[in-house]
């Protein structure tokens, strides 16, 4: 199996190709994430896993490299990691009894150049909830702070707050798992 770059320090996504028993290095991509006006969430997050991905390329030619990304969105509002604890109130009190979406992206961009670029599209409903039931939630940052939307539905408190999905759960959780093996068996 050959070894790639991930281009991503998220344990999340280490732990799942780790766990998949992959092999590969870590290089975290030092972008600029801020969407472009108008930007759609699914056009959103394909750009980012790509420039993530040509970032690393550039600096590591002749190398396999893997980039993803992941965001929520309600409508075409873009939610991404909540920068405190206010605006995480605010896009969970946003999706409270209601559906939204997960866009993941992820992108091969291989040792001879060849661009594979995914995107996987989910849908989480979540509970209604109380303005208590969202403070309750939000007393522990390490249940909203770093995630995109507020939540991560791997643990017990966040995968509480879903009523509902319909997609691809590893998506959600940041890496798209089907996607990404179906791109790693081209390298």
């Not at 394909?46 to 965001?71: F, G, H």
């Not at 939610?79 to 604890?85: A, E, I, Q, S």
């Not at 643990?155 to 959600?172: A, C, D, E, F, H």
Request: net charge positive; hydrophobic share 35%; charged share 25%.
């Amino acid at each position: 199996m050959t070894k790639f770059i991930l281009a991503s320090q998220s344990q999340r996504r280490i732990d799942f190709l780790t766990e998949l028993g992959y092999q590969f290095d870590i290089m975290a991509a030092d972008i600029d994430e801020s969407a472009k006006k108008a930007e759609r969430p699914r056009d959103y997050v394909r750009r980012v896993a790509l420039e993530k991905a040509q970032k690393i390329a550039s600096e590591n030619p002749n190398r396999d490299i893997l980039a993803a990304d992941t965001v929520c969105a309600v409508g075409r509002r873009l939610l991404g990691k909540p920068t405190d604890k206010n605006q995480a109130f605010e896009y969970i009190k946003m999706m409270s009894g209601t559906s939204h979406r997960v866009y993941s992206s992820v992108c091969l961009i291989k040792a001879n150049g060849e661009v594979k670029n995914k995107v996987i599209e989910t849908r989480v409903k979540f509970r209604p909830m109380s303005n208590q039931d969202i403070n309750h939630y939000l007393e522990n940052e390490a249940n909203w702070k770093g995630f995109a939307g507020g939540y991560a539905i791997q643990s017990t408190v966040g995968s509480s707050l879903v009523k509902s999905i319909v997609g691809s759960p590893s998506s959600v959780i940041g890496l798209p798992l089907y996607e990404t093996q179906c791109l790693l068996k081209q390298i």
